[in-house]
């Protein structure tokens, strides 16, 4: 027979067994929202990028189709936008420039829109996971409103929103549409590399790390590198891609105080 400092332990016991699937469920519980009639209209700028590449595995070379995220960029004025930026690594294979690499906006939907693109720069490693690619036509921002490029750092003290077309099963629904983490936070920054606790997956690589300015317009911050899948994940932010951009398309930075 339990003594009474025995039932009181027992007591405990089961009271935090009770609470702990409630602690798990809470601590599980997935923030991203999937694309909807409700969702930001300029997440549409954010689109699939499909890459044929080779890679080499026991010593023989495979075909292999890298699926990614990527951004449609412009500068605020311009009517139109022709440029979209990605991660690096999502080309890394891509060696047959007569294969064609491509660039979905609004996959899914009744009219989906599917443009070829050619790389123009990159950074080259995991280091600088970052790389422009050129469209072969250009999308009328009065149809799918390109995003401006944040002049400077984004602002560590603000949330960020982070989009692409994660392949988890869940939220992600395989890749089929696109899912973003509406309000996250930065962790770490660097000029080179930025940490978030943003839930990302892979295939939302390449994707978009966007912050609102002051006066509530959508700026891209950074382009997505890689995630955990719970609450950790690494951008590249733009200004490491600023070097390689048309001076259209790279606003000055804020003037320091």
């Given at each position: 027979m339990l003594s009474h400092s025995g039932k009181k332990a027992?007591?405990?016991?089961?009271?935090?067994?009770?609470?702990?699937?409630?602690?798990?469920?809470?601590?599980?519980?997935?923030?991203?929202?999937?694309?909807?009639?409700?969702?930001?209209?300029?997440?549409?700028?954010?689109?699939?990028?499909?890459?044929?590449?080779?890679?080499?595995?026991?010593?023989h070379a495979t075909h292999h189709t890298e699926r990614c995220s990527a951004t449609l960029i412009a500068a605020d004025e311009a009517p139109e936008a022709d440029l979209i930026v990605t991660a690096w690594h999502c080309l890394e294979a891509y060696r047959d420039l007569s294969k064609r690499i491509t660039f979905t906006l609004l996959p899914g939907s009744p009219a989906p829109r599917i443009i070829s693109a050619r790389p123009v720069a990159d950074g080259g490693s995991m280091a600088a996971d970052w790389a422009l690619l050129r469209l072969t036509e250009a999308v009328a921002r009065a149809d799918?409103?390109?995003?401006?490029?944040?002049?400077?750092?984004?602002?560590?003290?603000?949330?960020?929103?982070?989009?692409?077309?994660?392949?988890?099963?869940?939220?992600?629904?395989?890749?089929?549409?696109?899912?973003?983490?509406?309000?996250c936070r930065i962790t770490h920054r660097t000029a080179a590399l930025g940490y978030s606790d943003c839930r990302a997956h892979k295939g939302a690589s390449g994707g978009a790390v966007i912050q609102l300015n002051d006066d509530g317009e959508p700026l891209l911050s950074g382009i997505i590198s890689e995630g955990d899948g719970l609450q950790d994940s690494r951008f590249v932010p733009i200004a490491a891609v600023r070097n390689a951009l048309p001076s259209r398309l790279s606003p000055p930075p804020p003037p320091r105080r």
């Open positions: 027992l007591v405990r016991t089961l009271a935090l067994q009770l609470l702990l699937p409630i602690f798990a469920s809470a601590a599980g519980e997935d923030p991203r929202q999937q694309l909807s009639g409700q969702s930001p209209r300029w997440l549409s700028a954010i689109g699939q990028l499909s890459v044929p590449g080779l890679k080499t595995e026991q010593g799918i409103p390109a995003l401006a490029l944040h002049p400077g750092l984004a602002d560590t003290e603000k949330t960020v929103l982070m989009a692409g077309y994660s392949r988890d099963t869940g939220v992600g629904a395989g890749g089929r549409i696109l899912s973003y983490d509406p309000a």
